[in-house]
C-alpha cells in the first residue's frame, strides 16, 4: 500500500506564504513524478505543479513566478513553496504520485492521491 501526507496547509493573509509538504511511504519503488493539484469550492481539480525524479518541472501558469515546487528524493517527500498568496489561491491542495508500489513478485505502476490539506487566504 501506499500513503501520501500533505502537511503544512493552513490560513495566510493575502502576500504571505506557506510550505506543503507530502510524503510518500509504504511498499514504494520508483517515483516517476509527483505533482501538486487543487481544487477550490464549485471548481475542478486542477494542476498546480509537477516534478519528475529527475528535476524536471512545469507549472500552471497561476503558479509561475509565486510557487516553486521542489522534492528531496531519499525521503521520497515534495515540497510547495508558495509566496505572494492570493486570496484565489484558496483551496484543497492534494498531493499526487506517479510510482511503483510492491505487487509481489513484482511491482505495479500507478497513481496516488493524498487526502489534502486545506490552504486558506484570507485577511
Known amino acids: 500500500q501506499v500513503q501520501l501526507v500533505e502537511s503544512g496547509g493552513g490560513l495566510v493573509q493575502p502576500g504571505g506564504s506557506l510550505r506543503l509538504s507530502c510524503a510518500a511511504s509504504?511498499?514504494?519503488?520508483?517515483?516517476?513524478?509527483m505533482a501538486w493539484y487543487r481544487q477550490a469550492p464549485g471548481k475542478q481539480r486542477e494542476l498546480v505543479a509537477v516534478i519528475t525524479m529527475v528535476g524536471s518541472t512545469n507549472y500552471a501558469d497561476f503558479a509561475k513566478g509565486r510557487f516553486t515546487i521542489s522534492s528531496d528524493n531519499a525521503r521520497n517527500t515534495v515540497y510547495l513553496q508558495m509566496n505572494s498568496l492570493k486570496p484565489e489561491d484558496t483551496a484543497v491542495y492534494y498531493c499526487n504520485a506517479d510510482i511503483d508500489v510492491r505487487d509481489r513478485p513484482t511491482f505495479r505502476r500507478g497513481d496516488y492521491w493524498g487526502r489534502g490539506t486545506q490552504v486558506t487566504v484570507s485577511s
Open positions: 509504504g511498499n514504494i519503488g520508483n517515483i516517476y513524478a
